[in-house]
T-cell receptor, first 113, second 113 residues
Framework: DQQVKQNSPSLSVQEGRISILNCDYT??????FLWYKKYPAEGPTFLIS?????DKNEDGRFTVFLNKSAKHLSLHIVPSQPGDSAVYFC????????????FGKGTMLLVSP | NAGVTQTPKFRVLKTGQSMTLLCAQD?????MYWYRQDPGMGLRLIHY???????AKGEVPDGYNVSRLKKQNFLLGLESAAPSQTSVYFC????????????FGQGTRLTVV
């Protein structure tokens, strides 16, 4: 039973436009959410996170929105750049005890010039 | 500034052979993790450790063993490799529980023939 779902395996966007990557979760105990970015032949790198006490977090071109009632979060990239082309993983955890990260299957973003 | 280093980066094993993957981190992190990444499956947790001398099972632990004899090292062992263990393996570490982000190594591509 997948607790973190990224239902779009891929997304294509033109350079300069907005990229929106979506993530849904089923475990209501999750209270911390992260996005990771992964280039081919490299390990994932942390991008941005959000705690359940917030509904928005911004870092430069990247903004994560959290809708707790819908158990949904999204990552917005504005403006998109070709260097953003990568696989994006959504992850969630319970921020207490010995919790671990649960990852979604990832969305491959392709930003074309 | 090495971060998380995995050894080896590539390996081909015959069915039934054994091997150990080494993960080393120089950030004095308490938590360490082993994940596997398979096409369409995202990142799945194999085993993890919350401190020196501790280990715990993750989502897909069968066929693997781990040890954390030193804080900076986390070893993943395959006692009798099977073709189903063909995957890309990622080690990660985090300072505390996953309320803080995890840092990943570059991965080990393992093929079992």
């Amino acid at each position: 039973d997948q607790q973190v779902k990224q239902n779009s395996p891929s997304l294509s966007v033109q350079e300069g436009r907005i990229s929106i990557l979506n993530c849904d979760y089923t475990n209501s105990m999750f209270d911390y959410f992260l996005w990771y970015k992964k280039y081919p032949a490299e390990g994932p790198t942390f991008l941005i996170s959000i705690s359940s006490i917030k509904d928005k977090n911004e870092d430069g071109r990247f903004t994560v929105f959290l809708n707790k009632s819908a158990k949904h979060l999204s990552l917005h990239i504005v403006p998109s750049q070709p260097g953003d082309s990568a696989v994006y993983f959504c992850a969630a955890s319970v921020n207490s005890g010995y919790s671990t990260l649960t990852f979604g299957k990832g969305t491959m973003l392709l930003v074309s010039p | 500034n090495a971060g998380v280093t995995q050894t080896p980066k590539f390996r081909v094993l015959k069915t039934g052979q054994s091997m150990t993957l080494l993960c080393a981190q120089d950030m004095n992190h308490e938590y360490m993790y082993w994940y596997r990444q398979d096409p369409g499956m995202g990142l799945r947790l194999i085993h993890y450790s919350v401190g020196e001398g501790t280990t715990a099972k993750g989502e897909v632990p069968d066929g693997y063993n781990v040890s954390r004899l030193k804080k900076q090292n986390f070893l993943l062992g395959l006692e009798s490799a099977a073709p189903s263990q063909t995957s890309v393996y990622f080690c990660a570490s985090s300072l505390t529980a996953p309320g803080t982000e995890a840092f990943f190594g570059q991965g080990t591509r393992l093929t079992v023939v």
